[in-house]
Every structure is written in structure tokens, then in C-alpha cells.
């Protein structure tokens, strides 16, 4: 059974950091778009990070670029989002996509604040 599986996240204060991991079953997640999401509250929900299948090319929105890094560990079949600086206002609920595949993570919440 295809699924996404995800884990890390928790509270932190703010300037602290952060590893989220996505880890797939069922299929080779090397040979698709990865993506994070996230969803804060009372906010939709907004694309963070992306890492290509052939040449792992990563983009990032404005608002993480810089402290945010997307990653991909094809030995363990797993995405990774490190999350550094980190601020109240990344306070979310984060996902992993394979949007080609439309297969969703269940959703790990992090929680930044003092």
C-alpha cells in the first residue's frame, strides 16, 4: 500500500530548529516531485518547499527560503524538511505531497513559541 508517513515536529521557541520527516512505502519516492505544505491557523494552505525527481532541484517559498531546506534521502526512501530560525509565525500543521501521485502525508504539527 502506497502511503506517506510522517514524523518529527513539536514545540520549539522561536531562533530554534526543527527536522521533519516524510518517509514513503510502496513506492520509490526518488523518481517524483516531492513537496511540503503547511497550514497555519485560521490560513490556507501554502506551498513551502519543493525537490525534483532526476536532478533534486529545490525551490522555496519567500517566506522559508533561506532557513528552510528540503532534502531527500533515496536510501530510505524518505523527504526531509529542516527547518532552522525558526519563527511564531511557522507555526502549522505541516504535510508531504507527492502531487503527481496525489498521495498526502498525515499532517505533523509544529509549534513555535516562547
Known amino acids: 500500500q502506497e502511503q506517506l508517513v510522517q514524523s518529527g515536529g513539536g514545540l520549539v521557541q522561536p531562533g530554534g530548529s526543527l527536522r521533519l520527516s516524510c518517509a514513503a512505502s510502496?513506492?520509490?519516492?526518488s523518481r517524483w516531485v516531492m513537496r511540503w505544505y503547511r497550514q497555519g491557523p485560521g490560513k490556507e494552505r501554502e506551498?513551502?518547499?519543493?525537490?525534483?525527481?532526476?536532478?533534486?532541484?529545490?525551490n522555496y517559498s519567500d517566506s522559508v527560503k533561506g532557513r528552510f531546506t528540503i532534502s531527500r534521502d533515496n536510501t530510505k526512501n524518505t523527504v526531509f524538511l529542516q527547518m532552522d530560525s525558526l519563527k511564531p509565525e511557522d507555526t502549522a500543521v505541516y504535510y508531504c505531497?507527492?502531487?503527481?501521485?496525489?498521495?498526502w502525508g498525515q499532517g505533523t504539527q509544529v509549534t513555535v513559541s516562547s
Open positions: 505531497n507527492a502531487p503527481t501521485l496525489g498521495y
Open positions: 510502496g513506492f520509490n519516492l
Open positions: 506551498l513551502v518547499a519543493q525537490i525534483t525527481s532526476v536532478l533534486g532541484s529545490t
